[in-house]
């Protein structure tokens, strides 16, 4: 990123805010924790400047708060250790493992009782060319149906299954003797149904 000649820089701000205080935490705050934490500073500043960043200590990065003077970077020194920023949780980008093994768990559920995953899996094995073309073919395949919600790829989930359970299948290779099955007849007919529930 450049910068302007004359513009407020974080070079210039540092300089300006020379009394800091280190966070030794390398993770983002949560928005509330990132929000308490400029709450306190405009508190202990009154109003004043202060400069909230990520600076690098060797190998780390981590949170620094710059203040005009000493007396205001102390009373910050003391609210956070006593706030405890450096252990406040960090944001979750994606949701808890448990949650994803609960939707994972459904949509092969889902994919059985209806069939689909057998449609999807025949899509993906059978569409020639590139690993994209594969991939396309088996997300149009979930597409024609109204698969449940979730945070993830319902067409990888039943892809990661087949790797999983039956790799010789889905490559095209001979299965181990003791496999009790050639082909995919996981769904009887008459337990799948078309596209969407009603």
């Known amino acids: 990123m450049s910068y302007r000649k ?3 820089t974080p070079a210039k701000k540092r300089r300006r805010l020379p009394f800091k205080v280190i966070i030794e935490r390398e993770e983002p705050f949560c928005d509330a924790d990132d929000a308490e ?3 306190e500073c405009r508190r202990i500043t009154n109003g004043a400047e202060f400069y909230h960043c990520m600076q690098r200590f060797g190998d780390v990065y981590w949170h620094v708060v710059h203040f005009g003077s000493e007396h205001q970077a102390e009373a910050f020194r003391s609210v956070a250790h006593h706030r405890d920023f450096m252990r406040r949780p960090a944001p979750q980008f994606h949701p808890p493992a448990a949650e994803r093994a609960a939707f994972r768990e459904a949509a092969l559920l889902w994919g059985f009782r209806t069939g689909a995953i ?4 025949l899509a993906w094995r059978n569409t020639t060319g590139s690993l994209t073309l594969q991939w396309s073919a088996a997300h149009k395949m979930v597409a024609a149906y109204h698969p449940p919600k979730g ?3 319902i067409a990888g989930i039943f892809l990661d299954w087949a790797r999983e359970n039956h790799w010789h299948w889905l490559h095209r290779e001979r299965h181990p003797g003791w496999l009790p099955f050639d082909e995919l007849h996981w769904v009887l007919p008459q337990d799948a149904y078309a ?3 009603e």
């Open 6 to 8: 004359g513009e407020d």
């Open 37 to 39: 934490l400029k709450a």
């Open 118 to 121: 057998r449609k999807v899996l």
């Open 151 to 153: 945070h993830d790829d």
């Open 195 to 197: 596209h969407w529930d």
